[in-house]
């Protein structure tokens, strides 16, 4: 999976291009709500969106605006929500309403620090669905944004790359089939 985090615009254009697979921002934002350099800009949420990727909102407190708590992080997942429920012509993806939420997720990017008033660990996730309740998603869109993005992006992933292959010659490697299990086995079989 590409990750597209601490990286720039030509960068997420080409690990768009460079493959099939869905590409990630795992502790990225929306920078038109918040102008930091590691935020993203629409064209690339939109693109990454429409190849099935997912953007996961950080929460470290310098990239998102003051005064840096759950409500401003969930400001961020609103923005791009309608982003890329938008018509093409406007800028958007033009996703039908309620299918932007399945191009986001959370990175919260806690071992880098937060500096974040309602969040500055994993002790407060819990921040994040109350706000997003509040705001009116429902508890399958929260599933959605909190790991079920995650795991649809693995799933492809995996399922585009060879179930097993030669490593070096002497092992085959096989992939787990899907991500139902948090951290799948890997099998070492002699050939």
């Known amino acids: 999976v590409y990750d597209v985090s601490h990286t720039d615009d030509q960068t997420i254009r080409d690990a768009l291009k460079a ?3 869905p590409i990630i921002g795992s502790h990225s934002g929306a920078r038109k ?12 949420i939109v693109a990454m969106a429409q190849k099935g990727g997912v953007i996961f909102q950080n929460f470290y407190g310098d990239f998102i605006e003051d005064p840096r708590g759950m409500y401003e992080i969930v400001n961020q997942i609103d923005y791009m929500v309608k982003l890329l429920e938008k018509p093409v012509a406007d800028g958007g993806a033009g996703f039908a309403k309620g299918k932007g939420v ?12 937060t500096n974040n008033a309602d969040a500055n660990d994993a002790r407060y996730v819990f921040r994040l669905s109350k706000e997003l309740l509040a705001r009116g998603y429902t508890a399958a869109e929260i599933r959605k944004i909190l790991y079920e993005n995650a ?16 490593q070096g010659g002497t092992a085959t490697i096989t992939a787990a089939k899907n991500s139902s299990n948090i951290c799948p086995p890997v099998n070492q079989v002699s050939p």
């Open 19 to 21: 493959g099939k697979n």
């Open 102 to 113: 399945e191009y986001i997720g959370m990175g919260t990017d806690f071992d880098g620090g």
């Open 33 to 44: 709500v918040f102008d930091h350099v590691r935020n993203i800009w629409d064209p690339e």
């Open 151 to 166: 795991f649809r992006v693995i799933d492809k992933v995996q399922g585009n790359a060879s179930l097993s292959y030669r």
